[in-house]
């Protein structure tokens, strides 16, 4: 089964602090997503990454940076936290090129800003 | 850029019970797959069931059955003999050919809870 880790469940940081959210793969997939939960708002995608160091924005970039040195991780930066980017953080990873077999989730990061 | 649309914020059934979860898209593609998730209270999201567009015969999983309408653009989600595991967040996913960062559009999700 593919598994897909990311490294904290819950996270509080303060306003302005620098943030980083972990995600690891472990079934050399090409694709990799960072998606953002709120409710009533669904699944909206910040970023996009099909290779090592190759990103696309999302609908929501904004405030956000990735950054995807190896094949199996990417990571979600916060450059400067805010209270407004308090939300559930879901990464998530599929196989094919093409873009059509389906996502695998990581459990999410509860991110709180304070 | 397509879009995916979930009519029932949140639904409440009887355990045993049969339940439709409704969806519906809009897009230009022709070529394209569909798909349902379900994040339970654990927070994981896993598939439970997904559809290409050009096939005509609806896609099952166990209980889990849809009802595709491509003229339509609906696709609804039928649970058959519910349980309580099935409470959760359902949202259904429409994926184009070709990918790319706008290739994938969730629906806002459907709170589905079990009774018992």
């Known amino acids: 089964d593919v598994k897909v880790t990311q490294s904290s469940r819950y996270l509080v940081k303060r306003t302005g602090e620098k943030v980083f959210l972990e995600c690891v793969q472990d079934?050399?997939?090409?694709?990799m997503f960072w998606y953002r939960q709120d409710p009533g708002l669904g699944l909206r995608l910040i970023y996009f990454s099909y290779d090592v160091k190759m990103k696309e924005k999302g609908d929501i970039p904004e405030g956000y940076s990735v950054s995807r040195e190896k094949k199996e991780r990417f990571s979600l930066i916060l450059e400067s936290a805010s209270t407004n980017q308090t939300s559930m953080y879901l990464c998530?990873?599929?196989?094919?090129?093409?873009?059509?077999?389906?996502?695998?989730f990581g459990n999410g990061t509860r991110l709180t800003v304070t | 850029a397509q879009t995916v649309t979930q009519s029932q914020p949140e639904m409440s059934v009887q355990e045993a019970e049969t339940v439709t979860l409704s969806c519906t898209y809009d897009?230009?593609?022709?070529?394209?797959?569909l798909f349902w998730y379900k994040q339970p209270p654990s927070r994981q999201m896993i598939l439970v069931i997904r559809q290409e567009a050009y096939k005509q015969q609806n896609a099952t999983e166990n209980r889990f059955s849809v009802n595709f309408q491509k003229a339509a653009k609906s696709f609804s989600l039928k649970i058959s003999d519910s349980q309580l595991g099935d409470t959760a967040m359902y949202f259904c996913a429409f994926m184009r050919t070709g990918g790319g960062a706008d290739g994938l559009t969730f629906g806002k999700g459907t709170h589905l809870i079990i009774q018992p």
């Open positions: 897009t230009s593609e022709n070529n394209y797959y």
């Open positions: 079934m050399d997939h090409e694709n």
């Open positions: 998530a990873s599929s196989l094919s090129p093409d873009y059509n077999s389906p996502l695998h």
